[in-house]
């Protein structure tokens, strides 16, 4: 890949001031799927997150959801991961957000299906191949 592929982030990036190393990455991911994933825990160690609520709006619920996996997929990019990959990973929250659109239905699997989840396991296993330094945060092996 040339330096031109990432400047568009690199300007993004430092406009948010968001740090491009894989360790923070890393750590983004992981707050990221917890919250849209399993935020909240019912009785049975069920957990539940904030994208089955988020769904709950009608239309512009699934927007957003399908704008938070779209930017799973961003950062799988900008991480080098292959294009087959990133085809996988958008093809999931593809389908979220096509079940998502169903009316109560939709809705209620919005809670089953964890597309963000699988996209994080599949970030996170690349950077633990390509990036083998960041899975130690503060001392601490992830």
Known sequence: ???TTYQGFDQ??????LPRDPRAVRQRLLVLERVLEGVIRLPGNVRIGMDGFIGLVPV?????SASIGAYLVWEARNLG???WACTRMLGRVGVDAAIGAIP?????LDFVYRSNT???KALLAHIDRRHPGATVVDGIRL
Do not use: I, P, Q
């Not at 512009?60 to 957003?64: E, F, N, R």
């Open 118 to 120: 699988k996209n994080v």
């Open 81 to 83: 991961m292959s294009r």
């Open 104 to 108: 109560v239905v939709g809705d209620l």
């Open 12 to 17: 993004l990036a430092s406009a948010l001031n």
């Open 1 to 3: 890949m040339t330096a």
């Open 60 to 64: 512009v619920g699934d927007l957003v």
